[in-house]
């Protein structure tokens, strides 16, 4: 492998082969989500505790210190809102040249397996990986559903990270699932676990992301569970210990309950 892509990738990846990412890209079709309405401020108290941040070019160059030491991933996909019509119909947003210039770790696209717009996105992460390969940007592929949620199980989300690994992703990123082993040992790149919708309780957040782990992700790249929660910094933290420090989830539970007291909402 290259030496800058092995370098980036081992930027993201920490020493004991896991990562966490955390994601405030969500306005690029969502507008300003709650509680990322100013993602700056949003994420300043959360940087120490990410392995990377996922983000637009856009709030990357307005909102994000450029002094900032932690290691980017670029969403390069998009086109699409909310109300429009269809939200898979997303295509390629940045150029590698602004890649390049922006530093970035890696990129990140979407693609949306068995959608209208399946082909499209999917011909567009192979040009991506072609571009970026040529100057050692890894690639991590995201499985997106738009607002088809029930999709999100074993079977469909393992065709979509195996497809997305076959065109050249450095590394999948995908919903967690009940069988989320079938999802990973039918990838050969890495998998990261994202987060959907904030969940009912907190419990149910540490119970699958520990699952996730233990099935063989490497991580997480979970935004609204995280910056959505009473208490950010304390999750955060949490899901660190689970990722970078074997805790169970009864060791993450107690830790998180305790960071709790001691944090300010
Ligand atoms: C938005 C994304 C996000 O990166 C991903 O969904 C993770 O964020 P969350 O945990 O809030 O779902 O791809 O399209």
Redesign the pocket.
């Known amino acids: 492998m290259d030496w800058g892509k092995k370098n980036r990738l081992s930027r993201l990846i920490q020493k004991d082969g896991h990562c966490l990412f955390l994601?405030i890209?969500?306005g690029y079709f969502q507008g300003p989500t709650t509680k990322l309405e100013k993602p700056g401020e949003t994420v300043k108290p959360l940087l120490p505790y990410c392995d990377a941040i996922?983000v637009t070019r856009g709030v990357l160059r307005s909102c994000i210190d450029p002094n900032n030491t932690t290691p980017i991933i670029l969403r390069v996909s998009g086109g699409t809102s909310i109300i429009g019509e269809d939200l898979s119909n997303e295509d390629i947003t940045t150029s590698i040249k602004e890649v390049i210039r922006l530093n970035v770790c890696a990129v990140g696209f979407?693609i949306y397996v068995g959608s209208k717009y399946e082909h499209q996105t999917l011909m567009s992460l192979a040009r991506l990986v072609d571009k970026a390969e040529e100057y050692g940007i890894p690639v991590m592929a995201?499985t997106?559903v738009g607002k088809e949620l029930e999709k999100r199980d074993a079977r469909y989300l393992a065709l979509a990270c195996r497809i997305a690994a076959e065109l050249g992703a450095s590394i999948v990123k995908t919903y967690w699932c009940e069988n989320f082993e079938k999802i990973v040992n039918g990838c050969p790149v890495p998998v990261v676990i994202?987060?959907?919708p904030k969940v009912d309780s907190e419990l149910q957040l540490l119970e699958f992301v520990y699952d996730g782990i233990q099935k063989g992700a490497i991580g997480i790249?979970?935004?609204?569970?995280i910056w959505q929660s009473e208490h950010p910094v304390a999750m955060i933290r949490t899901l660190r210990a689970i990722i970078h420090e074997n805790a169970t989830v009864k060791e993450a539970n107690d830790l998180l309950e305790k960071l709790k007291k001691g944090e300010k909402k």
């Open positions: 994601p890209d969500h996922f979407s995201v997106a994202a987060g959907g790249n979970l935004g609204r569970n």
